[in-house]
Every structure is written in C-alpha cells, then in structure tokens.
C-alpha cells in the first residue's frame, strides 16, 4: 500500500468512513422482497436503484460547488443466476412507492390539465375550464417507466418528461444479455444514457422537419436498471466481447454493478411446519414493510412536490469527504491489476455515484443539503458492491474453455449435461469449422485440467459433462453363500440385498461367507442388464503378484483399502484389494475396464479386468487387512484416461513394443521418465515409489539402477520416507525380484 493511500484510508476512517452503516430504511426495503433465492446484496441494490428513481423524480438537482447542477440518478446493473425472480423482486420493492408515485402522477396529470386550459384559453373559447371544453387539448402525461426503443422515441419521451416539471427518465431491461444479442436499439441507448448521466444533458441535431425536431435535455435525471443472467453475457463470445466493449467505454465509471455468480442455498429445514413458518415470517414482513413505506413515500411525495427544481446543497465538510474519497479511489485504481481496466474505471469514480446517491438520501429524509452522514452511508453502499466488478471482469477475461466450465455448471441436470458441437461453434468455444475431432478433444482436455469437479468426456457429437460426486458412503450388493466355488455360483444370480454402508463396514464383509458386488442390481437379479447407477469402490483381483497381501497393504498405507486372501487361503500372492473411490463413478463397460486398468497401471499391479457384471467371492475366517483413516483414491484422473482410450484406442502405452533405443532414452531422461514419483503429492509418495519401481525394471534397469533410482526419488522429496522403513518394505522386496 503506498504513502498516499495509507494518509487517505486513515484520514477517511478517522472521519467515520467505513464504519457507518446503511440507513435503516434501505435495509428495510431490501427486505421488503419476499425471495430467499435472491442474494441480499442484490435485493440492496434494487431498493437503492429504486429509491434513486424515486428521489429522482422531484428533480431537486444538486448544486455542485463548482455552480454545476448534477441530477440525482443511477445506472444500475443487478447480473444474478436465471429463475432467481429478478422480475418479480423490482416488482415487490416498487410496491413501496406506488402511493407516493400516486402523488406525482396527480401533480402531472393536474399539470397537463392545466396546459390544456391555457391552450382552450388561448383560443378565446368559452368556459376553457369546463373538461368538455379542454378536453380535446388534453394530453395524458407520458409514462415514468418505459422499456428500451429507438433513441429518437426515448428523447421525444424525455422532452415530454422535461417540459412536464416533474418525473424523470428510466430505462428498465430484464434480460441485458438477450438484449444486446438481438436490441437493434439497445447499443444507441446505452450512448444515450452515458451522456446524460453526468449532468443531465443532451445536444440535439437540427432537422429540416421541423416536426421531428427534438429539444435539447437540460439537467433531467435519467436512470436505468439493467437485469441480466451470466450465462447470457459470460458463455456467448459474441455477447461477452460486445458487453466489454460497450461497459468499458460508455458505462464502467458511472454504474452501479453487483454481481451475484451462484444462486442462494434455501434454508434447510427439520420438518414442513418449520419451513411454512420461515415462509409466511418472510411474506409477512414483506407485506407490513410494504405498507409501512407506501405511507411514508406518499408523505414524503406531499413534501417534496412543493420543493420541485429546488437543488440540494452540499455541505462543506461533505465536500471535503468527496475530495478526500475520490484521491482514496484513485490511489487504490492504481494498484489493480491492469488485466482489469473495467474494474479500474469502475473504482475511480465510486466517489461520484456516491455523491449522486448521498443526494437521494438527503432527500428522502427530507432534508435541504447533502451532509457527511449521507455522504459516509452512501460509501458503505459504494463499498459493497467493491468486489462485484473484480469478480464478474475476471470471469470476462477467462479463456474459452474456463468460460465453458461455468457453462456446464449451468445447464447441470442430475451431475450431468451434454453441449452438442453445432452449440460449441455458436457460442465460440470452438472456432474452427475445420478438424473439429481435434478441436473438441482440446477443448475437454482443457476443460478437465481446469476443472477439478468434474470430466469432460468427447463423443462423435460433442461434449458430455459428468459432475464428480463427493460422498462417504459406498454401496454394496451381496448374498451369503456356502462351499465350493461352483457351489457358490449356482447361489448367486438372484436374491443379492443392496445396502448403503461406510466403506470401513465392508472388512466385515470380507471375513465372512458373501458373494458381493460394488454395483446395485436391479430387483437383486445379478447380470450385466440390470446393473444400476455407479461405484464408491473397486475390487481388483490379483492372482499372480510381485507382492504379498501385505506387501501391498504397505503399499497402499496412504490410500483407504481392504485386502483379503481369495479362494487358496496359503496363497500370499493370490488376494482381492478394496479401494475407496473420492466419487462416485459411472462408467460404460468398456470405459470401466479401462478406468480400471488405469489404476492398476497407476499402482504397478497386474490385475484380470474383469466386467461390471463380476461377482466376487468372500470367505470365513480370512485376515483382512485394512486402511481406513487415509485417503480414498483420487479418480478424475483415471477416469480421463478411461475416456480418451475409448474415444482412441491407440493411445495405450505398452512399453513391451519400445525398441532397445526409445527404452535407452527414457532410461537416462528419469526425471521426465518418473516424473510422477519425483513430483508426487504429500501422501501418494509410497505408491508412487513403487509404480517407478516397476516401470524401471519394464524398461530394462538392473535390480542395482531400480534401487538407486528408488533411493533418489525418496531422497529428491522435501518430506522423504523414512529410511528404514524405505530399506525394510521396498527395496527388501526389490532385492528379492529376479531381473
């Protein structure tokens, strides 16, 4: 933090700023919005976009000190999740005002009745207050709320607004992002909106009709509220690339943004009465805020109409306030990262709209001049809105693939959602019309690397998404069976109970007489048709092991497991590992074989695959083995191997087809060669170890060169094994191997 910056923030926190709340009633109005979807941010910045309108509308101009007459209006952009009730929530908080908006609209309905006379007077008719007779000279006055259009329409709606004396103008869009795909309009009204803003006024070209001529716009408040959903702006190239241009130049520095990315989590509740008791609390509070405030606003309307045109001043001390935020915003615009120049222009002026909307504030407590106290509330609103612009300009600024991310996170239904390639292309995620197998593949491969929730899987047609599902509970398929292993087959191809156990519950199991499966078969029918959803674990068979069952129980320390001998109790090299998943997986037969070699592969083991349809066998009275207090296996990596050898079959290694000189080569490259065992994670490092082990001996190394390689990795780590335990397991077990 500079010098500067430091005097600025405390001279400023001295002075209170900071540490002044919001006004009481803004907070109340936000909770006059009976949606518990809705971020309580946003529903702030819709009562302050609100109640700016309001204030506006008595155009009480503020006298700036350098004699300049600033409106009191916003522009104000509220970018939250689709079907959070954005249109429904402007609607509650607008039913505050509708009694005081009663007031204006009389006044202006009085005012043109009032015109229509003069002009039924002017035309020396009899009896021109008569309503037979003024009638027909009578205009009904211009609504105060419309919706985008031309700009020659908005300025004739404007100049109708101006010669009025009262009401301001607005603009209200529900969908911003649709709109600037598809408004032939909306682009001009944003140009119109940014020269209005700062003072009120427009210069109007000179038209040879002169019925189409406008009037030039002299200190006429004009505000807008843009509604819009994230992946209309962020997951559309088109849109995104438009928005930046459009946001940078014409409305960074004089809006309001709040950015709310994730939709509100409901409350959970222990029973119904309790959630329809949260409810109707919400509803009602809503209801009596409403009517509290429709009589406040109507009061404050009866006030204020008699004060119309009557600029607001600007307390000294305020002033300085001002002076002093915008030199803090400056000093602190300068220090954000110049990959964010939205984010820049939007802090630099925060003192501005501050002012802007410290005037509303005086104004709705009815007051003459703007004070401090004002002022410092409408910096803890400035304020809170201080990240939103960082946070939605670093999601503008994501490449294509970190933008396709957030997109499947939208479109998710039950962990799952499909992009096909003609939407890729649409969208911009994928800009070639040429090679789209290649494109695709780099776009999921991108996408997974990014994305540590969930795999991309490419098909002939496009993109499926598959969310990783978190969970400890493992579900398991068995039956109980007696003697033989032939005896045992006739038992079980029906009658298999499913239960949904902890993974620790499954030792149990393995001690006892089962035949079990980590999949659920339909009505307990076992065959390869009525197998049901996915795994939280893995059987893996091995019947010809380098390691005994507790060997590899040393091997897998760092990983939850089981092991158990199988059908020859004496066998130590002929045993059944149990390996808890992270997440649930749900893989097609052929990807399943796959994702299961991947981890034999992964772990140096040779193991039968086996399809998903396997049944496996338990047996009374065998010593079971168990981890349970570690770590289950990370998948999302074995998973994408799955995939790409699905979608590519040629992309298995199979070192055994290496020539004596490809061998030679990565031999004597071992950093790049055993990268994983060099580089391994805190906890995967004794796997790891033994997986380069084995790898070396494949490629050729003497049982001397695998031994020091195991020592130099070990010895490479920050945190190594200890030696004796490394000397006792691994390399014991390496001198035993025959070369």
């Known amino acids: 933090m500079s010098s500067t ?18 006004p009481r009633f803004i907070t109340e109005l936000a909770d006059s919005i009976p949606n518990s979807k809705l971020d309580p941010k946003m529903k702030l910045t819709i009562a302050v976009s609100e109640l700016i ?15 300049s007459l600033i409106p009191i209006n916003a522009i104000t952009f509220c970018i939250s999740a689709s079907g959070t009730g954005k249109d429904s929530s ?8 509708l009694d005081g908006y009663e007031v204006i609209n009389a006044l202006r309905v009085d005012k043109a009745k009032s015109l229509a006379k003069s002009i039924a007077k002017s035309k020396g008719l009899a009896m021109s207050d008569s309503p037979d007779v003024y009638e027909k000279f009578y205009e009904k006055p211009m609504p105060l709320f419309v919706a985008p259009s031309t700009n020659e329409g908005f300025i004739q709606y404007l100049n109708e607004l101006d010669r009025s004396g009262i009401g301001s103008g607005f603009i209200l869009s529900g969908e911003f992002g649709a709109e600037l795909l598809t408004s032939p309009t909306i682009i001009a009204n944003l140009q119109l909106l940014a020269e209005l803003y700062d003072e009120g006024k427009k210069e109007v070209k000179v038209l040879k009709d002169k019925e189409k001529q406008s009037d030039e716009i002299k200190n006429l408040p004009v505000s807008a509220l843009f509604m819009g959903s994230p992946e209309n702006i962020l997951f559309d190239e088109a849109v995104k690339k438009k928005f930046k241009t459009e946001f940078t130049t014409k409305l960074a520095r004089r809006s309001f943004f709040n950015f709310n990315y994730f939709e509100i989590e409901e409350p959970s509740y222990q029973n119904i009465s309790e959630l329809l008791k949260a409810e109707i609390a919400m509803e009602d509070k809503a209801r009596d805020l409403n009517e509290k405030y429709k009589k406040e606003f109507e009061n404050l309307a009866l006030e204020q109409i008699k004060k119309v045109g009557v600029p607001l001043e600007v307390d000294k001390e305020t002033r300085e306030l001002v002076i002093l935020y915008k030199k803090y915003n400056a000093e602190k615009a300068a220090l954000v990262n110049r990959q964010y120049p939205i984010t820049q222009l939007v802090i630099m002026h925060l003192y501005w709209k501050a002012l802007k909307l410290a005037g509303a504030l005086a104004l709705i407590k009815n007051k003459d001049s703007i004070g ?19 946070n939605f300009e670093m ?4 490449d294509p693939y970190e933008l396709f991310v957030g997109f499947c996170q939208t479109i998710l239904q039950d962990n799952r959602c499909f992009i096909d390639t003609h939407t890729l292309k649409k969208m911009g995620y994928i800009t070639s019309t040429s090679n789209t197998s290649s494109k695709l593949k780099d776009l999921a491969s991108l996408a997974s690397s990014y994305d540590p929730t969930g795999v991309y899987k490419v098909t002939d047609t496009g993109i499926e998404y598959t969310k990783l599902v978190k969970t400890s509970d493992s579900g398991v398929s068995y039956v109980e069976v007696s003697g033989s292993k032939d005896d045992r087959k006739i038992a079980c191809s029906k009658n298999f109970n499913y239960a949904v156990v902890e993974f620790k519950t499954l030792a149990r199991m393995l001690s006892k007489d089962f035949a079990y499966s980590p999949f659920k078969f339909k009505n307990g029918a076992r065959n390869k048709a009525n197998i049901e959803g996915g795994v939280k674990w893995i059987a893996l068979d091995i019947d010809d092991s380098l390691y005994t069952d507790h060997q590899m129980h040393e091997i897998l320390q760092d990983y939850n497991h089981h092991i158990a001998r199988t059908s020859d109790p004496n066998n130590p090299y002929k045993f059944r590992i149990l390996l808890e998943l992270d997440s649930m997986v749900d893989l097609g ?15 140096g083991l040779k193991v039968d695959l086996l399809p998903k349809s396997q049944i496996y066998f338990s047996y009374s009275g065998r010593e079971v083995l168990s981890v349970i207090d570690k770590y289950p296996l990370d998948t999302k990596d074995h998973i994408m191997i799955a995939y790409d050898k699905s979608y590519n079959s040629s992309s298995t290694e199979v070192i055994d087809k290496y020539t004596s000189k490809q061998k030679k080569a990565l031999i004597d490259d071992p950093l790049n060669t ?11 490092g004794s796997v790891s170890l033994y997986r380069a082990a084995k790898h070396a001996k494949d490629l050729g190394m003497s049982k001397e060169e695998v031994i020091n390689l195991v020592r130099d990795i070990n010895s490479y780590w ?11 397991t691994l390399i014991n077990q390496i001198e035993g191997w025959s070369f």
Do not use: C, Q
């Open 5 to 22: 910056l430091e005097l600025l923030e405390t001279e400023l926190k001295s002075r209170g700023v900071f540490s002044t709340p919001l």
């Open 53 to 67: 309108l309001f204030a506006s509308e008595f155009r009480r101009n503020i006298k700036h000190w350098n004699n």
């Open 90 to 97: 402007i609607n509650a908080m607008r039913k505050n005002f």
């Open 372 to 390: 401090v106290t004002e002022y410092k509330e409408a910096i803890a609103f400035t304020e809170l809105l201080n990240e939103d612009m960082k």
């Open 395 to 398: 999601e503008l600024v994501k």
């Open 589 to 603: 037969d052929k990807e399943y074989k796959a994702f299961i070699k991947s981890i034999a592969d992964y772990l």
């Open 674 to 684: 055993f990268s994983y065992a060099f580089e391994a994670p805190e906890g995967k």
């Open 718 to 728: 920050v945190r190594p094994m200890d030696i004796t335990r490394l000397e006792n």
